[in-house]
């Protein structure tokens, strides 16, 4: 698949794990990760557009981490992650048009 790394999510808890791309160090808690993860919950209507999230990572580092996200717009979906990190970028992901 040409993967640099996993995200591991369990999505009944709303709990996830990644590592680097060694698999050697566990990441407390991933932003980009998270942002993906509350779109694909609203697109699969795990979540709904507005609901506020939260998102639990590190536990089993006992470093527990959570980070909220939420999800506005029907078609064009704008996340928001949020929680106690450093900001390191921010941009926009646009996806090819499913009738193709």
């Known amino acids: 698949m040409g993967a640099k790394?996993?995200?591991v999510f369990d999505v009944d808890n709303l709990e996830?794990?990644?590592?680097?791309?060694?698999g050697r160090v566990e990441d407390i808690a991933t932003g980009?990760?998270?942002g993906a993860v509350a779109a694909y919950l609203v697109t699969?209507?795990?979540a709904s557009t507005g609901e506020s999230l939260l998102l639990k990572q590190g536990r089993f580092l006992n470093r527990p981490s959570e980070l909220y996200a939420s999800v506005q717009g029907l078609s064009e979906l704008?996340?928001?992650?949020?929680g106690q990190v450093c900001f390191v970028g921010n941009g926009t992901l646009r996806l090819p048009d499913e009738s193709l």
């Open 16 to 22: 996830g794990r990644t590592w680097d791309n060694n």
């Open 5 to 7: 790394f996993v995200y």
């Open 78 to 82: 704008n996340v928001t992650i949020k």
């Open 32 to 34: 980009s990760a998270a």
């Open 44 to 46: 699969h209507q795990r």
